[in-house]
């Protein structure tokens, strides 16, 4: 069977410095008529750095959940068209200071298909070169180094839910890279 909906018309209901709301009339597949509201993304990256039996995690304050979060280093592509590796490269050093020799293409994540369109490529890293940390203005964090069987237990207890993270772990071990 068909599920797909065909666009009649779209808008920007909201546009901010993150968020770029969009609302859409569409025609269902039984051709009655719905509203589908959702946020147009960037797109972005997240690292996994991996050395020896540890892994780089950032532990983060985040506001819409009200938390704070450990998670693997991310961020949005800077420009359009920035290629995922290059946008990869800068998220690493800015975020924990480090190089990675080794990149280890993992795939990408659609990450809320049901209200955005937010694409994650997922890569996983290795061979680290220090390097110094760039943060941006708005952004703090603090980098920690977590023993691989010690991140799988805090995955376990639900102390790491962030989605990327995850799925970026289970994509490195399921090829083998960890």
Not at 5 to 23: A, M, T, Y
Request: proline share 4%; charged share 35%; aromatic share 10%.
């Amino acid at each position: 069977m068909n599920f797909e909906e065909r666009e009649l018309n779209e808008e920007q209901i909201f546009k901010g410095v993150l968020l770029d709301v969009r609302k859409s009339i569409v025609e269902l597949p039984n051709g009655k008529k719905s509203t589908r509201e959702f946020v147009v993304h960037p797109g972005a990256v997240a690292i996994l750095p991996v050395e020896d039996d540890y892994v780089y995690l950032v532990e983060q304050y985040r506001f819409p959940i009200k938390r704070h979060l450990l998670e693997i280093p991310a961020g949005k592509f800077d420009e359009i068209g920035e290629e995922p590796l290059e946008c990869g490269k800068r998220e690493l050093e800015e975020e924990i200071g480090k190089k990675a020799k080794t990149w280890i293409y993992l795939g990408y994540i659609h990450t809320t298909p049901g209200f955005s369109n937010e694409l994650i490529h997922l890569y996983l890293v290795k061979d680290f070169e220090e390097s110094e940390m760039n943060l941006d203005e708005d952004e703090f964090l603090e980098v920690k180094k977590i023993n691989i069987k010690e991140f799988e237990k805090m995955i376990l207890n639900n102390e790491i839910t962030d989605a990327k993270t995850i799925a970026a772990y289970t994509r490195a071990k399921l090829i083998g890279g960890i």
